[in-house]
Each structure stands twice: as C-alpha cells, then as structure tokens.
C-alpha cells in the first residue's frame, strides 16, 4: 500500500499556480484553476483535486490542450446561452460560463447554459456553489468524452457511458447551500484513479473487468497493454443509467458536441455541461420565509434517528464542510504515487514542486 504525506493547502495552491503560468496560462486562470483544484481537496473529493494536474500537463504536452484556446460565446438570445468551450483549460472555462449566466438569471429569473467541449472542468458541484453564493438555484448535467467509455450500461458487460455527474445546488438564505453532486457511476473515474495509486481495493459492486466479472482491483478501469479495460458500474442500476444517457444527450448530444462514442484521444478530458440557473426570489419573495421552510425541513430530516450512531444523518454539502475544516487545519494527504506525478509535471516547466 502507497503511503501519503500532508501539504498545506496554500503551498498546493502556489504550486498549481506556478505550473499553470509556467505552461502559459495567465494569473487569473491559475488562480482559478488553482482554487478550484485545492477546494476539491479540501472537499475530501481527492479525485478532482490537485491529483488531475498530471493529466492536464500531459494532454498539453501532446498538443490536445493549449494555453491559447478560449471560450468563445456561440449564442445569447434572452435567457439563453450557447458558448464553445474550444478544449480550452477546464476550470476558468466553465466558471466563465456560469458567471456570464449568473448574470443572465439575475436579470431575467432563469438563464438555459450550454457549454459545449471544455477540457475537463473539475468538481461540478463547485459550480453549484458558484451559482449558491450568487443567490440561485443550479442544475448541471456533465457529460465525459474524448476517451473511451467507462461506464456500463444496466445488465452490460461493456461500457457505454462516461461518469457523466449531475450537480444541484439550493441556496439558504443566511445559511450554508445545499449541494447534491454525484457520478451517475457508482464511483467517479478518479475516485478509482486515486484508489489504483494507493494499491487499494474499491468496494464490491463497483467495478467489471474486461470480460464482465466483479472485481474489486481498480486496474481493471485504466488502459494497459496487457489487461482488457473493463467497466465501472451504475449507481442504482437502470436510475443511475437512466440519468447517464440523459446527461450525454443533453449535455452535448443535442448540440452535436463531443460525445463518449466518438475516437478517443488518450490524454483528452472533454466535458459539455447542460445548466439551469433559477432565481428563488421569482418563485418565494420572501428571503426569510425561504429559509424557514428549508431548514424547518432540514431539522425534520436530521432529527431521524440513526443506523449508527457514530454516523449522524447528513443533509448534502454538510461532509463537505465538515472535511474542509479538517483539512484547513491539518493538511490535504495526497499518497506517493500522485505526488511522484505532480512533481514530474512541475519539473517539465521548470517548476521545482518541492520548493514552491
């Protein structure tokens, strides 16, 4: 098993801002990137964190991603908003996107976002929390392309689908959002990525191999000579297919934007995101009245007793800050072997990881 050491999160932040201005980004898109990247960390979501940045430098190297490339807006006609995203760098990117839809939903009460062939844009629960902090309400389906598919359909042996997340987000007046961001998988692609390099197991359920057999041995998920790839499984059965094949189609089947059925490219991470951004002041007015009726809610739900006592009955995001908290204070844990890779990446640009 992989041992792991601690890092302060500001040092993580330097180091991504340092390897993304080194590779020819600008400042605000490595702050971007670089919060981003560290909250993912700090959410306890380890497989969207600084942990991609090897990934992102080696589509750069092979010229799929370049510091050049930038959104670009295709469409904005009343409340809604078409933008390409050019396989330009993920996080600014998308923030980019929904910023310009804040802005339309603000205005208008509602804004319809379609970004269509970002490079990988990270958390999609960070932009639900983007969107709460603003004031609204926020549903994003994602959609992976640009590799091949990981994902099986129900009752398939072969894959289909991307991890294709989807991401709701209600703010509280006062209080702290509510944040629902899952994989329609039963475990995200990164979330393998980071067992396979600390050599552990995944749980039972999670994953097929090559020829459709259970397996718990992540390896089974990442392309190598000698091993046939095989599948990660649906949450839920058909439900978590269900929503997968609606992700894909919304997010970029109907825009005719890249899609997991398509030639992969080995070290590409294409997303397209479909979004709905609401004003909750057009549906309740009455910001306090909002608030009384979700948390009296929340209070309800909490209140249940639970199967463990040692493991109270959570609303969505409340992990979340709770692990930040920890993490602020003690450290994110990254294992070897993703730092082994960072420093490498660091080291290509003439970044030394361990003195920044």
Do not use: C
């Amino acid at each position: 098993m992989t041992s792991y050491r601690l890092h302060r999160p500001e040092a993580l932040r330097a180091l991504t801002r340092a390897m993304i201005t080194a590779a020819g980004w600008s400042e605000d898109e490595a702050k971007e990137t670089a919060e981003h990247l560290v909250l993912a960390n700090l959410s306890g979501h380890d497989s969207h964190g600084v942990g991609m940045l090897p990934l992102y430098f080696n589509s750069l190297a092979d010229g799929n991603l370049k510091p050049e490339a930038k959104l670009a807006v295709r469409s904005e006609l009343g409340s809604f908003l078409i933008v390409d995203g050019n396989i330009a760098l993920g996080q600014p990117t998308a923030r980019n996107a929904v910023d310009r839809a804040i802005t339309i939903a603000r205005t208008g009460g509602v804004a319809v976002l379609n970004l269509l062939d970002s490079h990988h844009i990270g958390r999609i629960g960070h932009y639900s929390e983007v969107a709460a902090t603003a004031g609204l309400i926020s549903v994003f389906w994602v959609n992976v392309a640009g590799r091949p598919p990981i994902v099986a359909p129900f009752a398939a042996k072969q894959a289909r689908f991307g991890t294709n997340p989807i991401s709701i987000g209600l703010p509280v007046p006062g209080g702290e959002p509510l944040i629902l961001d899952f994989a329609t998988s039963r475990m995200a692609h990164g979330k393998a990525r980071v067992a396979f390099n600390k050599g552990v197991d995944v749980p039972e359920g999670y994953i097929i191999d090559g020829e459709g057999r259970p397996t718990v041995e992540p390896r089974h998920v990442f392309a190598q000579p000698d091993l046939p790839l095989g599948a990660l499984l649906p949450f839920g059965d058909h439900k978590g297919a269900g929503l997968s094949l609606i992700a894909e189609l919304l997010s970029a089947g109907l825009m005719g934007a890249a899609r997991i059925d398509q030639k992969p490219h080995k070290t590409w991470i294409i997303n397209s995101l479909f979004g709905v951004l609401i004003d909750p002041a057009r549906l309740e007015p009455d910001a306090n009245l909002r608030r009384q009726r979700i948390e009296s809610y929340l209070k309800f739900v909490r209140a249940a007793a639970p199967q463990d006592p040692s493991q109270p009955v959570l609303a969505p995001g409340d992990k979340e800050r709770a692990m930040r908290i920890e993490r602020e204070r003690d450290g994110i844990p990254l294992d070897d072997e993703t730092w082994s890779q960072i420093v490498a990446a660091a080291k290509a640009h003439g970044v030394d990881a361990e003195r920044v």
